[in-house]
């Protein structure tokens, strides 16, 4: 079975940083682009932002730009997503799913993990 875990969600308070994780197996993660979505309380999803196997980024969102970096680990088969100067409005449910190869526009994801949960408070 294909899977992906997220990995290091937490509290953080306003400015701080976090870096979360997105771990696959079952699959060869280096052929997949691996996006970032997440769900505030009473929000639709939202994609964030995305790496292709050749690790080209797409921003989806614009308020991640200039403070959400992504990369990966092929070796790992782990890709990360690093943010910077959090705010409140960054508190959501954070997923990882993975694509074919390059980031679609509008995406279109066919693998998912189960999220893990990111809140920003004082």
């Known amino acids: 079975q294909l899977q992906l875990v997220e990995s290091g969600g937490g509290l953080v308070q306003p400015g701080g940083s976090l870096r979360l994780s997105c771990a696959a197996s079952?699959?060869?993660?280096?052929?997949?682009?691996i996006g970032w979505f997440r769900q505030a309380p009473g929000k639709e999803r939202e994609a964030v932002l995305c790496?292709?196997?050749?690790?080209?980024?797409?921003y989806y969102l614009d308020s991640a730009k200039g403070r959400f970096t992504i990369s990966r680990d092929n070796a790992k088969s782990t890709v990360y997503l690093q943010m910077g100067s959090l705010k409140p409005e960054d508190t959501a449910d954070y997923y990882c799913?993975?694509?074919?190869?390059?980031?679609?526009?509008?995406?279109?994801?066919?693998?998912w993990g189960q999220g893990t949960q990111v809140t920003v408070s004082s």
């Open positions: 079952g699959f060869p993660m280096d052929n997949y682009a």
């Open positions: 790496i292709s196997s050749s690790r080209g980024t797409t």
């Open positions: 799913a993975a694509d074919f190869y390059t980031c679609s526009d509008p995406p279109t994801f066919p693998y």
